[in-house]
């Protein structure tokens, strides 16, 4: 819709194949078109043993393209950000695909928080700068985050998507947050594939590949999207149990590989 050409049968069938291989308990997806189109994947996935009992989708006002949420555990409250504004150049914008919030119930009377966002793209639009409004969102994003945290420091918190933006960039540096208890963690996983475990932690992996999109007229691999904790959560992170997923068939799915965070919980 709105000019977006829909994904061909085999790269619907990459993207399911994906997800098959990762078997996630939580997935965060971007660039979903409709709840139709959501609901068309989780059913080819329960088709193939694969089932996610709970789904949420922001469609947000305005956008041809949305994010997601699949879930083994129950959703217990959900916020879609897509009204909130951010002032540029004195005028009021809205985040493009706005802010997905959600509360989950994990087992042992655990909760997490998990924000979903796919922030402002690098292409070019007249209205605006697409760095200026990128970082904006990213900003305003951080701010629902340092909410959420006043009112409990001690609760686990992801914040994941794609930034269209690198490690270092200021968007990054927005979301992380400045150096002190409410900074966020960077998961970083490297990229390997479900059955490849355990690493050896020698020390090498820093320097292994952990790119996670491919832009083909430039000839670039960047990493852009991420999972980002809070400190509590960190506590919990397995890297050397998490990946970015190594799958022939990335490329037919998309120009993103899928991340992967394996995070502890017992009683």
Same mark, same amino acid.
């Given at each position: 819709? $709105?000019?977006?050409?829909?994904?061909?049968?085999?790269?619907?069938?990459?993207?399911?194949?994906?997800?098959?291989?990762?078997?996630?308990?939580?997935?965060?997806?971007?660039?979903?078109?409709?709840?139709?189109?959501?609901?068309?994947?989780?059913?080819?996935?329960?088709?193939?043993?694969?089932?996610?009992?709970?789904?949420?989708?922001?469609?947000?006002?305005?956008?041809?393209?949305?994010?997601?949420?699949?879930?083994?555990?129950?959703?217990?409250?959900?916020?879609?950000?897509?009204?909130?504004?951010?002032?540029?150049?004195?005028?009021?914008?809205?985040?493009?695909?706005?802010?997905?919030?959600?509360?989950?119930?994990?087992?042992?009377?655990?909760?997490?928080?998990?924000?979903?966002?796919?922030?402002?793209?690098?292409?070019?639009?007249?209205?605006?700068?697409?760095?200026?409004?990128?970082?904006?969102?990213?900003?305003?994003?951080?701010?629902?985050?340092?909410?959420?945290?006043?009112?409990?420091?001690?609760?686990?918190?992801?914040?994941?998507?794609?930034?269209?933006?690198?490690?270092?960039?200021?968007?990054?540096?927005?979301?992380?947050?400045?150096?002190?208890?409410?900074?966020?963690?960077?998961?970083?996983?490297?990229?390997?594939?479900?059955?490849?475990?355990?690493?050896?932690?020698?020390?090498?992996?820093?320097?292994?590949?952990?790119?996670?999109?491919?832009?083909?007229?430039?000839?670039?691999?960047?990493?852009?999207?991420?999972?980002?904790?809070?400190?509590?959560?960190?506590?919990?992170?397995?890297?050397?149990?998490?990946?970015?997923?190594?799958? $022939?068939?990335?490329?037919?799915?998309?120009?993103?590989?899928?991340?992967?965070?394996?995070?502890?919980?017992?009683?």
């Amino acid at each position: 819709n $709105q000019g977006r050409k829909p994904k061909s049968k085999q790269s619907r069938e990459a993207v399911g194949n994906a997800l098959l291989s990762m078997r996630a308990d939580v997935v965060a997806l971007q660039e979903i078109g409709s709840e139709n189109a959501l609901m068309v994947l989780k059913q080819g996935l329960e088709a193939q043993s694969l089932s996610y009992p709970h789904h949420i989708i922001t469609e947000t006002p305005g956008s041809p393209i949305h994010v997601a949420l699949l879930s083994r555990f129950p959703i217990t409250q959900v916020t879609h950000h897509v009204t909130n504004v951010f002032v540029l150049y004195g005028k009021a914008f809205r985040p493009s695909r706005g802010f997905l919030e959600a509360d989950l119930e994990l087992p042992y009377q655990e909760s997490l928080k998990i924000f979903v966002a796919h922030l402002k793209s690098k292409r070019p639009v007249g209205y605006a700068d697409q760095w200026d409004l990128r970082t904006r969102e990213a900003l305003l994003l951080r701010s629902l985050m340092d909410a959420r945290l006043k009112s409990d420091p001690d609760q686990l918190m992801a914040v994941v998507g794609d930034f269209n933006d690198g490690p270092s960039s200021q968007a990054l540096k927005f979301l992380k947050g400045p150096v002190g208890p409410t900074r966020f963690i960077d998961a970083r996983p490297i990229e390997g594939y479900p059955g490849s475990f355990p690493r050896t932690g020698s020390g090498t992996e820093k320097r292994s590949s952990a790119w996670t999109h491919f832009f083909l007229d430039e000839d670039v691999y960047s990493r852009v999207d991420f999972i980002l904790m809070n400190r509590p959560l960190s506590r919990l992170y397995r890297e050397n149990q998490s990946y970015v997923l190594d799958f $022939q068939d990335w490329g037919q799915a998309s120009d993103h590989r899928a991340v992967s965070a394996t995070f502890e919980i017992s009683p």
